[in-house]
C-alpha cells in the first residue's frame, strides 16, 4: 500500500490542517487586530476627503463651496465621524503596540484590560473631539 492510499483511508489525514474559522469564537483581541487593519485602509481612503477639500479650497470659491456642501452633508459629517473614530482607534492602538514593542503587556489580563481602554479611549477621544468641533463651528 503506498503513502498515499494510506493517507486517503486513515481519517486523520483527510482533516484539515488547521481548524476552520467557525471554529474560532470572536475574541477581543482578534477583532482589535482586524479592526486596526480596516482602521488604518479607512485612514488612507479617508484622508482623500481632506485633500478633495484642501485642493477645492486652492482652486477657487465655487470648488471651495462644493466641497464644503458635501462636507457639510449628513453624508460628509457621517464619513469625518467615521473618519475621526477611525483616527483616535488607530492612535490609541498603536500606542498600545508601542508598549508592546517595549516588551510589557503580555500578560493576559492586561492583555484584555489595555483591548478595552482602547475602545472606551477610542469612544472618549472621538466624542470629546465633536463636541469641540461642534461648539467650535
Do not use: C
Amino acid at each position: 500500500m503506498s503513502a498515499q492510499d494510506e493517507a486517503a483511508s486513515d481519517p486523520k489525514a483527510r482533516r484539515p490542517l488547521s481548524p476552520h474559522l467557525q471554529v474560532y469564537r470572536p475574541q477581543l483581541t482578534s477583532a482589535l487586530s482586524i479592526f486596526h487593519r480596516i482602521t488604518g485602509i479607512a485612514l488612507a481612503v479617508g484622508t482623500l476627503l481632506l485633500v478633495w477639500w484642501l485642493v477645492a479650497a486652492a482652486a477657487g470659491p465655487e470648488a471651495y463651496a462644493a466641497a464644503s456642501g458635501f462636507i457639510g452633508s449628513w453624508l460628509g459629517l457621517f464619513l469625518l465621524l467615521g473618519w475621526s473614530a477611525a483616527l483616535f482607534y488607530h492612535l490609541a492602538n498603536g500606542i498600545r503596540h508601542l508598549v508592546w514593542d517595549a516588551g510589557y503587556g503580555f500578560e493576559l489580563p492586561t492583555v484584555y484590560a489595555s483591548g478595552w481602554a482602547v475602545v472606551i479611549v477610542t469612544g472618549a477621544l472621538t466624542l470629546l473631539a465633536w463636541i469641540v468641533g461642534l461648539v467650535a463651528w
